[in-house]
């Protein structure tokens, strides 16, 4: 039996991150902060003691490998009468996102300084929204999921109209929050059809994964009502991780929140999607329906092939990464579509070395969009002239996102591969390995530009030793992964057991 | 100590690559030395392995494994045979004779150097790792740096009627390779699955007594996917344009190394699916044989010096390859002998190519005239490399070829034949290009070029060095590979049939 606890010090990390949240809001407003680095460095500390809490609180780094099929379930907690779960998955995704919120905090101090007024109200929304994410990861119910996406989304709006393009930046928020709001309804209304059919048919805890997942299991073909409010669901999370037809709000976006905020939205956003979507399925859908597994499919090839061949004809950095985020959506689908733990193990493993490589790309440009203001892939143009170390920074994380060793991109491509392979899904891994190469195209015209162009501009890009360190940290994920995976495989195992094998 | 050998032959050029990589820009000196120091080191250790091995024939005694991956069961797992033995002796010939050739560069060498060992690490990786995971890890992981190398570093071709960028070379080469390594993909994923073995491991895959159904659906895209790297026509077009816009090195790494992954690829794939190679094996051999001739024919056609080369490229791998389809020992052991061969005599033909090309600005066959007065030594040792290309006896390619005739004989004498014509043909175009461009009266222009420098020299020489030597003394080369071809034909070929049978 699971263990129930109301106990409130299994909350702690989410109470610290909310209170560090306001308390940066009202250092902002109430105290008038002339230097630049104060804000992140309390938003940053903060969280690293959060994430060293999370560390050595929850017995983190206990190792698990695949082989152990059968989880304890006495390491997972319920907490309060089980609408949170704190199991080895939310918990490494909890770190995922802390980790990320650091990388975006440090990434952005020079971009706020330059572009942003209101800096209280920017690193205390997204210390913020790091806790919504937090409760998504740990939702053992739908409406507390609810609750976490509404706080990321909230959250994310206003970082997204906080843009410096005025233009650009109404255009993107207002359609930011018309088509997220228009989501988060259909989720909720999906929500109440899911629960309407569930009490019609006198089960407990309606909202629950696992009642839910009970309910699943008796039937081989859904009642509809019950199928439209999945449907809706799933809408609801394609739009979060940006899956065709869902995706295409992403490039607008990208193009006019601030650009650290779209760094945010590529990677904790997206991540934050995909670890709702891992436990819904995973206990919803216990039992592999197939249809389900064809429609997902689907939607992976449709993601992947539309993300990358969209990507081709972009002129824009930022558009290219949106396209190309999509496309790697994609790639997360196909191997949702495999649905075995070892899928589910790739799947995390691919998303770290997604986050890892996006930070990389997504730092180097905010390096260069400091500098220069300039928006269109034709303006790295020299940048190896200009600026070598940003230039093969952003080399690296684009040819380890094309899937080319010895970077983490490569060998997550092959895990996820190979599980996928190892279900009978040949097929979609070969649609997958076309697209790659599609992928390296393109990464391969952005790279030729930096290398081979001429600088229009000859003055060179500096860059301080902060934006190296952020660089050259998220490079060191980027290769260091790369060469030696099994150095995180213990706790992604522990993840993907916890919540596949339940 | 010995199992850190093979460790130690990737170690040596990391240390270097990070060496270079740290040391400031504008020390171009430190960098060259650090370069040479690294490659001697790198290059004395492939002589090590190879002697050690020849004498020893010891297939256990480089082992070194550790667990990379558990979650799929992945070993890091290095180890040597006679194939390997003579390919790592290649790659260090060739690192150590390209580094120097190299120290010409002026613009960016830093990184050069850095994408350049890159390369090496790669190829090393190839030859020396026993697990497939690994193979195609390091094999990839050569293809990485090639487009950098060539766009940046390389040199446009630019006729009347022809004329191809460097940009154009460098992303050829790169998507024809990725896109081949799709097949490669597709083809180790589902060999595990099917081998079920649970290891990556070549020796694992091979006893795992794979369903010969299924080899013979799975082998063409080994067959085809490793193929295009050596150069099967029709897929080789990526070869002459990648080679020509590549800057000498590159090149003489690229023709000389590269190209010879893609067969060492198709003769490891044998190992674990000998029924698919059995079943597909005719299918190389005519498509290595239309190689031998398209590729001389293509080589006689060309006008630029250095495409020359590059289709005699891919007519010299056609031998490799149809030496790999005949799946007998002398067959087999003369395309092993013929990828060294071929992998020293183009480098170095490579290597003059380049110092002619800095000295006349020209690779203009028509142009070129009489360049043995000024540059005599050059001229020399030019003329060697095209005797080896034409298979004279005394130079190493004789030994190989004959090998591989007497191969191909023996399973399909029709297309024996067509290859000696092949051979016959490169005797027309390489003997119709030193005349024209060595002898005959030496135009003004050219009359007071500067001969060969000692930095280019020293390569060379090496290179020429270990041509004659094989040449002489091919009992030295095909001693060691002899065993291992022996065991791979007799064990694991044989033994299918007697399954079968």
């Not at chain 1, 989410?14 to 002339?34: M, Q, S, Y």
């Not at chain 1, 579509?337 to 770290?352: E, G, K």
């Not at chain 2, 490169?426 to 135009?443: D, K, N």
């Amino acid at each position: 039996m699971e263990n129930i606890t109301n106990n409130l010090s299994y909350l702690i990390p989410e109470i610290l991150i909310i209170v560090l949240g306001f308390t940066i809001i009202g250092v902002g407003i109430f105290t008038r902060v002339r230097n630049k680095f104060v804000l992140p460095f309390i938003s940053v500390t903060g969280l690293i003691i959060t994430a060293l809490f999370i560390y050595y609180k929850f017995d983190f780094g206990n190792i698990q490998t695949l082989s152990t099929t059968n989880h304890n379930q006495m390491d997972d907690l319920l907490i309060y009468g089980g609408l949170l779960k704190l199991d080895s998955f939310s918990l490494l995704f909890k770190f995922i996102f802390i980790i990320i919120g650091i990388f975006i905090t440090l990434m952005s101090i020079d971009y706020v300084d330059k572009y942003i007024n209101h800096e209280g109200e920017y690193y205390g929304l997204i210390v913020l929204s790091i806790a919504g994410m937090m409760i998504m990861a740990a939702a053992n119910e739908l409406l507390t999921a609810y609750i976490g996406l509404e706080l990321l989304s909230f959250s994310l709006y206003i970082l997204v109209s906080l843009g410096n393009d005025p233009e650009k930046t109404n255009e993107s928020s207002i359609k930011y929050i018309l088509l997220g709001g228009f989501t988060s309804a259909l989720v909720l209304y999906g929500i109440s059809q899911i629960y309407t059919e569930l009490v019609k048919n006198d089960i407990l805890n309606p909202t629950f994964f696992t009642s839910i997942g009970t309910y699943a299991s008796q039937y081989e073909n859904f009642p509809p009502l019950f199928i439209f409010g999945l449907f809706l669901l799933i809408t609801g999370l394609g739009f979060k991780i940006a899956a065709v037809p869902f995706h295409t709000w992403a490039p607008d976006i990208y193009e006019g929140a601030p650009l650290p905020i779209a760094a945010y939205l590529a990677t904790a956003s997206k991540v934050a999607g995909i670890a709702l979507i891992l436990r819904i399925f995973s206990e919803v859908f216990e039992g592999s329906h197939s249809s389900l597994i064809v429609i997902v499919a689907i939607l992976a090839i449709l993601t992947m092939s539309l993300g990358n061949i969209t990507a081709i004809a972009q002129t824009k950095y930022r558009r290219l990464i949106a396209y190309s985020g999509i496309s790697h959506m994609g790639y997360i689908l196909v191997g949702l579509a495999t649905d075995t733990v070892d899928s589910y193990s790739a799947i995390i493993f691919h998303s770290i070395g997604y986050i890892f490589s996006s930070l990389v790309i997504f730092s180097v440009l905010v390096c260069f969009y400091n500098k220069t203001n300039k928006d269109n892939i034709s303006d790295l143009s020299g940048l190896y002239k200009t600026n070598s170390f940003l230039a093969l920074g952003i080399t690296i994380a684009l040819l380890s996102t094309a899937g080319l060793p010895f970077f983490v991109g490569f060998i997550s491509k092959f895990y996820l591969f190979l599980a996928a392979v190892a279900q009978g899904l040949l097929w979609l891994v070969i649609i997958a390995l076309i697209n790659s190469l599609i992928s390296l195209y393109y990464y391969l015209m952005v790279i030729k530009e930096i290398y081979v162009g001429t600088p229009i501009n000859e003055q060179g890009i500096s860059t301080n030793n902060l934006e190296k360190f952020i660089v050259v940290s998220s490079l060191i994920g980027v290769i260091g992964l790369g060469l030696y995976p099994e150095i995180i495989m213990g706790a992604i195992n522990s993840a993907a057991i916890a919540v596949r094998i339940n | 100590m010995d199992s850190w050998i093979l460790p130690l032959i990737l170690i040596v050029p990391v240390v270097t690559l990070l060496a270079i990589l740290f040391i400031p820009k504008n020390n171009d000196p430190i960098i060259k030395n650090i370069a040479i120091f690294g490659s001697l080191i790198s290059g004395l250790l492939s002589l090590y392995i190879f002697i050690t091995y020849s004498q020893t024939r010891d297939l256990n005694q480089f082992d070194f494994s550790i667990l990379w991956l558990s979650n799929l069961s992945i070993r890091l797992d290095f180890g040597i045979d006679g194939v390997s033995a003579l390919m790592v002796l290649l790659v260090g010939i060739v690192y150590l004779t390209g580094t120097l050739i190299s120290c010409k560069i002026t613009e960016r060498i830093k990184e050069f150097f850095v994408l350049y060992i890159l390369l090496i690490i790669g190829v090393y990786g190839v030859f020396i790792s026993q697990d497939l995971f690994f193979f195609f890890f390091f094999y990839e992981l050569a293809v990485v740096p090639m487009y950098l190398l060539i766009a940046v570093w390389g040199s446009n071709s630019d006729f009347k009627t022809f004329s191809r960028t460097k940009e154009y070379g460098a992303l050829k080469l790169m998507l024809v390779l990725v896109a081949s390594s799709i097949l490669i993909w597709i083809g180790i994923l589902s060999t595990y699955f099917v081998a079920n073995q649970n290891s990556f491991l070549f020796t694992d895959l091979a006893n795992a007594n794979i369903g010969s159904e299924f080899q013979i659906i799975i082998f063409p895209f080994f067959l085809i996917g490793f193929g295009v790297l050596a150069g099967l026509w029709p897929f080789h077009t990526w070869s002459p344009d990648g080679h020509v816009a590549a800057p000498t090195s590159v090149s003489m790494v690229h023709a000389g190394i590269l190209m010879k992954l893609g067969a060492y690829g198709i003769l490891r794939s044998i190992e674990f699916l000998p029924a698919g190679a059995k079943e597909w094996m005719w299918l190389l051999l005519i498509l290595g044989t239309i190689n031998v001739i398209y590729g001389a024919l293509s080589a006689m056609a060309q006008k630029d010096l250095k495409y020359v080369i590059g289709y005699s490229s891919v007519s010299h791998m056609g031998y490799v390859l149809m030496g790999l389809a005949t799946l007998n020992v002398i067959g087999t052991a003369g395309a092993v002998l013929q990828m060294f061969s071929h992998g020293i005599m183009t480098a170095l033909f490579f290597a003059l190519v380049g110092v002619i090309y800095e000295r006349t600005h020209s690779r203009d066959i028509e142009t070129l005239d009489g360049l043995i007065k000024p540059m005599g030594i050059a001229g020399t040792l030019f003329v060697i490399a095209g005797l080896t290309s034409l298979g004279l006896p005394g130079l190493s390619g004789f030994v190989a070829e004959l090998f591989i005739f007497i191969g191909v004989f023996q399973t399909n004498p029709f297309m024996a034949i067509l290859g000696v014509i092949g051979a016959a043909i490169t005797a027309i175009y390489i003997l119709r290009l030193i005349a024209r461009i060595f002898f005959g009266t030496v135009s003004e222009k050219w009359a007071n070029l500067p001969d060969i420098n000692i930095l280019e020299l020293i390569p060379a020489v090496i290179l020429t060095f270990f041509i004659v030597l094989m040449g002489i003394l091919p009992i030295y080369f095909i001693e060691p590979i002899n065993e291992t071809v022996k065991l791979l034909i007799n064990t694991y070929i044989s033994n299918f049939t007697d399954l079968v049978g």
